[in-house]
């Protein structure tokens, strides 16, 4: 019940500040007039131009694998390297030692 009456006064408020975002004059403008005069500014239209651009080789390395001017990783694949029954033994002894440090 609680929940449900956080949720009706958070969509209550939230309706509330639209409102008053759309009507109430601030000025010669309206919030929304404001922030939309924001966005039409020159400024404002490169920060929008630079922010894709960077999005997009951001993308593309992830796809590539690559960095740029760098070679592509090599692909994953199961471990190249084999352990011997020593280097079991001597890993289950430290984890057992971390595992008593941590009691």
């Known amino acids: ?3 449900l009456l956080k ?3 958070g969509l209550g408020c939230l309706g509330v500040f639209v409102w008053w975002g759309l009507t109430v004059p601030l000025g010669d403008r309206t919030l929304y007039g404001h922030l ?3 966005g039409q500014t020159k400024e404002s239209q490169e920060l ?3 922010t894709k651009q960077k999005v997009s080789e951001v993308k593309r390395r992830i796809v590539t694998g ?3 001017g760098k070679a ?3 692909a994953e694949g199961p471990p ?3 352990l011997t029954d020593g280097d079991r033994e001597q890993m289950r002894k430290i984890i057992a ?3 008593a440090n941590r009691q």
């Open 72 to 74: 592509p990783k090599p």
């Open 80 to 82: 190249q390297e084999q």
């Open 97 to 99: 030692g971390a595992r």
């Open 7 to 9: 949720l009706l006064l």
């Open 36 to 38: 939309r005069a924001i």
């Open 1 to 3: 019940m609680f929940k």
């Open 48 to 50: 929008v131009r630079g």
């Open 66 to 68: 690559t960095e740029a």
